[in-house]
């Protein structure tokens, strides 16, 4: 990167950081069973709501309880189960008409991150209808209160039940890009591990490591504070201790509950602090190839540590040394090649692939161009690096032997 961008993306993250205080951050109130949803509403005279999720969840029945006890307490429930691991711009419209026609004074997000996603927008179309979601991207776009929102994330990995982000697909253009304001924290977040018990290994796997990726992110970018280096330790603690345990046993009870936790962690904690460009990259292949957003970010994460080098050592020498991976008396280098080489052997231990196989040469200069467009200047990385400098990394994320 050019001498002249770098001080300017470098000045533009210092005023961000100088401004955090100030920011009106605030965190979800946490119930902890869905049977808890109708109480809420109840609460604020709300009879009518629009459950927002997929149809592979609908169908396995998670949804079936909280359905049947809404319509128990009287709360008509309309629902839209249509949503798309990438959600697009289609799926907002869709549920948006859903909630208008059904008369809905309020939603339940009841999925993994793309549902949570594609409600969040959903609700800031509902209160700004003249202005298309295209028109929203960036920075503080919305700033009008949504209607009320609760988020019941049924995988322990995106954290989108915390954040004032949603990512969003323009189908048309294969553009994924991301939407941030205040308003899109969700006001409640149900952590019931129940509607996680079961997860399949795959997805346990790759929301997993989403969620470390998140907590990796915000410690090593330079604009965390001490509320999120607490919060980023803490998420990698959890994931460290119990996320091979749940992948193991999707049944374990205690690992599917504190996986629920990190995830949680780690959203407040990037949420705050941001992450960087390992997430640039990943959201440009869920755009242009539909790559799942945590299995790219599990596959993107250790290649970045490594390309970073010494600018991240002494961050992630101390997350290995707090979670008890090496003795306190290690090195930083050694720490850190230590915490490295643990995102390695979890990828390979649960099946994650090394390299992305959607990945065609031809594409990277559009991808890598959209990459740094989402990470420059916002993201606070330890090493900036350009459009040329990220093709780079797509060059290593490809499949071998890919034309």
């Known amino acids: 990167m050019k001498r002249l961008e770098r001080v300017y993306c470098r000045a533009f993250q210092g005023v961000f950081r100088a401004a955090l205080p100030f920011m009106p951050y605030r965190e979800p109130k946490i119930l902890h069973s869905i049977v808890q949803i109708p109480d809420v509403l109840q609460e604020r005279n709300i009879s009518k709501v629009l459950l927002v999720t997929d149809e592979s969840i609908r169908g396995l029945g998670l949804t079936k309880h909280l359905e049947e006890e809404l319509r128990r307490r009287s709360i008509f429930c309309a629902v839209y189960d249509k949503v798309v691991a990438n959600p697009t711009i289609q799926n907002i419209e869709q549920a948006r008409a859903v909630y208008l026609k059904s008369g809905a004074q309020a939603m339940i997000a009841f999925g993994g991150g793309s549902v949570m996603d594609c409600a969040k927008v959903t609700g800031a179309r509902i209160v700004k209808p ?106 990698v603690r959890l994931i460290y201790e119990n996320l091979r345990k749940a992948y193991e046993d999707g049944q374990n009870k205690k690992a599917r509950a504190y996986m629920l936790e990190a995830a949680y962690c780690a959203g407040i904690a990037f949420s705050r602090s941001y992450v ?38 002494p961050q992630l020498a101390k997350l290995a040394r707090c979670v008890g991976m090496v003795p306190k008396h290690t090195s930083d280098r050694r720490a850190a090649a230590s915490f490295i080489l643990w995102v390695k052997e979890m990828n390979r231990y649960m099946q994650i692939p090394e390299t992305i196989k959607e990945i065609r040469r031809e594409d990277i200069p559009a991808l890598s161009k959209h990459a740094a467009a989402e990470g420059n200047p916002l993201y606070p990385v330890p090493v900036l690096m350009d459009a040329k400098e990220l093709a780079g990394m797509y060059e290593k994320i490809m499949e071998k032997g890919a034309r």
């Not at 924290?185 to 996680?196: C, E, F, G, K, N």
């Not at 990259?281 to 290649?303: D, E, K, R, T």
């Not at 970045?304 to 080098?309: A, C, N, P, S, V």
Request: contains cysteine; proline residues 6%; glycine residues 10%.
């Open 130 to 235: 003249r202005k298309p979601v295209y028109k929203m991207k960036g920075l503080l776009r919305i700033c009008k209160p949504l209607p009320l929102l609760i988020a019941v994330p049924t995988t322990a990995g995106t954290g989108s039940e915390t954040t004032l982000a949603a990512v969003i697909t323009d189908s048309g253009t294969k553009h994924k890009y991301p939407i941030n304001d205040f308003s899109l924290i969700p006001q409640y977040a149900v952590l019931d591990y129940h509607v996680t018990l079961g997860l399949p290994k795959g997805i346990t796997a790759t929301t997993g490591m989403d969620a470390l990726t998140h907590a990796v992110e915000a410690y090593i970018g330079g604009s965390t504070t001490k509320q999120t280096r607490f919060m980023a330790e803490h998420a």
């Open 276 to 313: 960087g460009y390992v997430h640039a990259i990943a959201h440009s292949l869920g755009g242009q190839y539909g790559v799942a957003h945590g299995l790219a970010n599990a596959v993107i994460l250790p290649y970045f540590l490594e390309e970073y080098g010494d600018a991240c050592v």
